[in-house]
């Protein structure tokens, strides 16, 4: 069985590297540093199977960026990852259907392998 492929967008060069470093044994991941850098790689790469953003980066936040990739790989799943707690942004983007779920930072490993296993 392959692996699933999974997107992680983050401004945050660590947080790259340590999602990276503890998820890549579980499933294939992509990174991208930014929402522009984010979206291209979608543009490329239509059998992503989830997309997990920050929320808080520069040009464009998580949300705008998953509105914007969500047209273009509408099958995936996408979540959003925040140190900054509930927003009224990300509750109406959970309520919306947009969002399926916030984690919290710093990320909880487990909690990210059992909700993309679900």
């Known amino acids: 069985m392959s692996k699933r492929k ?14 990276e470093a503890n998820l890549k044994d579980k499933f294939e991941i ?16 239509k059998d992503i199977d989830v997309v997990i953003s920050d929320m808080k980066m520069p040009f ?15 099958d995936a799943k996408y979540y959003i990852l925040t140190g900054y707690g509930m927003t ?8 919306e259907g947009l969002v ?14 059992n909700e993309i296993e679900k």
Do not use: H, T
């Open 100 to 113: 399926l779920k916030k984690f919290d930072k710093p990320f909880r490993i487990n909690e990210i392998i």
């Open 6 to 19: 999974i997107l992680y967008v983050d401004d945050e060069q660590i947080n790259l590297l340590l999602f």
């Open 60 to 74: 464009m936040n998580g949300v705008a960026f998953i509105e914007k990739a969500k047209l273009d790989l509408p």
């Open 30 to 45: 992509i990174l991208a540093e930014s929402a522009m850098n984010a979206l291209k790689i979608i543009a490329g790469n």
């Open 88 to 95: 009224d942004e990300i509750k109406e983007a959970m309520d």
